[in-house]
């Protein structure tokens, strides 16, 4: 039994599907050539890299000229902030953002404000969502940018991006958004949503890792954050990742195909495990329910443990999951997404976050549903914060002498 692998990490990473990997193997071997040079070899890596921002443009509904591939989600991220902040500066200085960002972002962000740029970061509420009319009242005369991530990768919410797009272009600004967890997951629309700028990564959606895309609206003006070489119409320098946006090419057009069918499939094997869970006692689900929520997110907090004994045990029976970001689990601090959406640190420290994909079956889940509420029980037994808790409520039950 302990012999089963469960894989439930899909918004930390992705395995490359078959039919990807298939269509990459050629440009690592044979098709090798350099795409600007002038010879025949290089024809076919040319042509390769314009399938590709074709699949991603007709995903994404937006134009292939738009498409800019890059070295990942963070990459996308840094350049459209900083190209953005740079390249509008002498409009003004003033960046809104949210409290609930990838560190891609918010890191961005700081080094941003250490460089003359102030950034204003919104609170959410208790599920995760921004208010419409928190980020209307800080949009001011100097601001130049809103960036508000499509859905956040610990609670699984997804943000009311069309309004807020809206709202950006009433007020003439810029509209950025992360869009690393739900490319390939949900349906978009960059025009229709009002979308200026989108970072997306493909090992998030079973290509490989190391390639992203930002779109950028045409008519938009951006400085480069890579300089060097011409590539990328001059905006984006570097010898072309060829095999990884072959892959990124393949992935993306795949995801579209399979999104309606798999999402019904996501959704009821995430409601099943989150409706298992929430039988365990003092057990709390994070993040909204319903189609709020990414199909494949499950986010817990179990009160009176800690989330890094959970992953050990876990991982001993098998099971490979998260708590908190996965940048983050290799620390103690607790998530500044739990904080931001108003846990106390304590009960932040005891998450976890579960995200189903592909490979994930009903007999994972029915797995996974037998194996925790023992861990948990094994957990709490040792933990001095729950028998001091079990203390005080034998004291309240007790009837009054
Ligand atoms: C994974 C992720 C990123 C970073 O993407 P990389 O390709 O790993 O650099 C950025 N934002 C979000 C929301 C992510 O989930």
Same mark, same amino acid.
């Given at each position: 039994?302990?012999?089963?692998? *469960?894989?439930?990490?899909?918004?930390?990473?992705?395995?490359?599907?078959?039919?990807?990997?298939?269509?990459?193997?050629? %440009?690592?071997?044979?098709?090798?050539?350099?795409?600007?040079?002038?010879?025949?070899?290089?024809?076919?890596?040319?042509?390769?890299?314009?399938?590709?921002?074709?699949?991603?443009?007709? &995903?994404?509904?937006?134009?292939?000229?738009?498409?800019?591939?890059?070295? /990942?989600? @963070?990459?996308?991220?840094?350049? $459209? #902030?900083?190209?953005? &902040?740079? &390249?509008?500066?002498?409009?003004?200085?003033?960046?809104?953002?949210?409290?609930?960002?990838?560190?891609?972002?918010?890191?961005?962000?700081?080094?941003?404000?250490?460089?003359?740029?102030?950034?204003?970061?919104?609170?959410?509420?208790?599920?995760?969502?921004?208010? #419409?009319?928190?980020?209307?009242?800080?949009?001011?005369?100097?601001?130049?940018? +809103?960036?508000?991530?499509?859905?956040?990768?610990?609670?699984?919410?997804?943000?009311?991006?069309?309004?807020? /797009?809206?709202?950006?272009?009433?007020?003439? +600004?810029?509209?950025?958004?992360?869009?690393?967890?739900?490319?390939?997951?949900?349906?978009?629309?960059?025009? $229709?949503?009002?979308?200026?700028?989108?970072?997306?990564?493909?090992?998030?959606? %079973?290509?490989?890792?190391?390639?992203?895309?930002?779109?950028?609206?045409?008519?938009?003006?951006?400085?480069?954050?890579?300089?060097?070489?011409?590539?990328?119409?001059?905006?984006?320098?570097?010898?072309?990742?060829?095999?990884?946006?072959?892959?990124?090419?393949?992935?993306?057009?795949?995801?579209?195909?399979?999104?309606?069918?798999?999402?019904?499939?996501?959704?009821?094997?995430?409601?099943?495990?989150?409706?298992?869970? @929430?039988?365990?006692?003092?057990?709390?689900?994070?993040?909204? *329910?319903?189609?709020?929520?990414?199909?494949?997110?499950?986010? +817990?907090?179990?009160?009176?443990?800690?989330?890094?004994?959970?992953?050990?045990?876990?991982?001993?029976?098998?099971?490979?999951? @998260?708590?908190?970001?996965?940048?983050?689990?290799?620390?103690?601090?607790?998530?500044?997404?739990?904080?931001?959406?108003?846990?106390?640190?304590?009960?932040?420290?005891?998450?976890?976050?579960?995200?189903?994909?592909? @490979?994930?079956?009903?007999?994972?889940?029915?797995?996974?549903?037998?194996?925790?509420?023992?861990?948990?029980?094994?957990?709490?037994?040792?933990?001095?914060?729950?028998?001091?808790?079990?203390?005080?409520?034998?004291?309240?039950?007790?009837?009054?002498?």
């Amino acid at each position: 039994m302990n012999e089963q692998r *469960v894989y439930l990490d899909h918004s930390a990473t992705t395995y490359i599907k078959p039919q990807v990997f298939d269509e990459m193997l050629p %440009y690592l071997t044979t098709h090798y050539g350099n795409p600007s040079s002038i010879y025949s070899l290089s024809r076919a890596t040319e042509n390769a890299i314009d399938q590709a921002r074709e699949r991603v443009a007709k &995903a994404l509904h937006a134009d292939k000229n738009e498409i800019f591939f890059t070295g /990942g989600g @963070s990459e996308a991220d840094n350049w $459209a #902030l900083k190209g953005i &902040a740079f &390249a509008n500066k002498h409009r003004g200085n003033h960046i809104i953002t949210t409290k609930i960002e990838h560190h891609a972002i918010l890191h961005t962000c700081e080094f941003l404000e250490k460089n003359g740029f102030e950034v204003t970061y919104l609170p959410v509420d208790s599920e995760g969502f921004i208010n #419409l009319d928190e980020l209307r009242q800080a949009i001011t005369g100097k601001t130049i940018l +809103v960036s508000v991530m499509f859905a956040n990768n610990e609670i699984g919410t997804i943000e009311p991006i069309k309004e807020i /797009g809206k709202i950006c272009h009433e007020k003439k +600004v810029l509209f950025h958004t992360d869009a690393v967890q739900a490319v390939g997951h949900v349906p978009i629309d960059v025009k $229709a949503m009002n979308i200026d700028l989108l970072s997306l990564a493909a090992h998030k959606f %079973y290509g490989p890792k190391g390639v992203g895309v930002l779109y950028i609206r045409k008519g938009i003006k951006i400085e480069n954050l890579i300089h060097g070489g011409g590539q990328e119409r001059n905006k984006r320098a570097g010898t072309e990742n060829i095999a990884g946006i072959v892959g990124l090419g393949k992935a993306i057009e795949l995801a579209q195909e399979e999104m309606d069918a798999e999402n019904k499939r996501l959704t009821y094997l995430r409601d099943k495990l989150i409706n298992g869970l @929430s039988r365990i006692p003092y057990t709390k689900v994070n993040g909204p *329910v319903g189609n709020k929520r990414m199909p494949g997110n499950v986010n +817990v907090c179990f009160r009176f443990i800690e989330g890094e004994s959970l992953l050990l045990l876990l991982d001993s029976k098998g099971i490979s999951a @998260s708590s908190g970001s996965a940048c983050t689990s290799g620390s103690l601090d607790p998530s500044h997404v739990l904080l931001a959406i108003g846990l106390p640190h304590e009960i932040a420290h005891g998450s976890l976050r579960l995200t189903l994909g592909s @490979s994930t079956t009903e007999q994972d889940i029915d797995y996974t549903l037998r194996v925790l509420p023992e861990i948990v029980q094994r957990l709490r037994d040792m933990s001095p914060l729950w028998h001091t808790f079990l203390e005080k409520q034998e004291n309240v039950s007790k009837p009054a002498v």
